[in-house]
């Protein structure tokens, strides 16, 4: 069963940036719609952004319109997380999972499966 494992998180200044990407580990990411969602201390788990097996159709959460971008690379069964304009509140763990295709792209938590272990971004002001 395909696993994703993220990477890229770290430590940055407010109005910084992070590539954090989210690889496929035993299986592929085939017909999977791709998302990344955060979870802050004592928070529950939000959505952030989501992107479609052709890369043709992404979606993102308010929160973060217009300051991060997710893209992925098939040949690599790797999706991205450009963030940029990093704010204090962006502070969280990310993680990544995978929805069918057939589901439509979408923000519920609860239609996504097979989670990675997550990374740490902490944004410092």
């Known amino acids: 069963q395909v696993q994703p494992v993220e990477s890229g998180g770290g430590l940055v200044q407010v109005g910084g940036s992070l590539r954090l990407s989210c690889a496929a580990s035993g299986g592929t990411f085939a017909r999977h719609i791709v998302g990344w969602f955060r979870q802050a201390p004592g928070k529950s788990r939000e959505f952030v952004a989501a992107?479609?097996?052709?890369?043709?159709?992404?979606t993102y959460a308010d929160s973060v319109k217009g300051r991060f971008t997710i893209t992925r690379d098939n040949a690599k069964d790797t999706v991205y997380l450009y963030m940029n304009n990093l704010k204090s509140e962006d502070t969280a763990v990310y993680s990544c999972?995978?929805?069918?295709?057939?589901?439509?792209?979408?923000?519920?938590?609860?239609?996504?499966?097979?989670w990675g272990q997550g990374t740490q971004v902490t944004v410092s002001s």
């Open positions: 992107i479609s097996w052709g890369a043709d159709t992404t």
């Open positions: 999972a995978l929805t069918p295709s057939w589901k439509g792209i979408q923000g519920d938590v609860n239609e996504y499966r097979n």
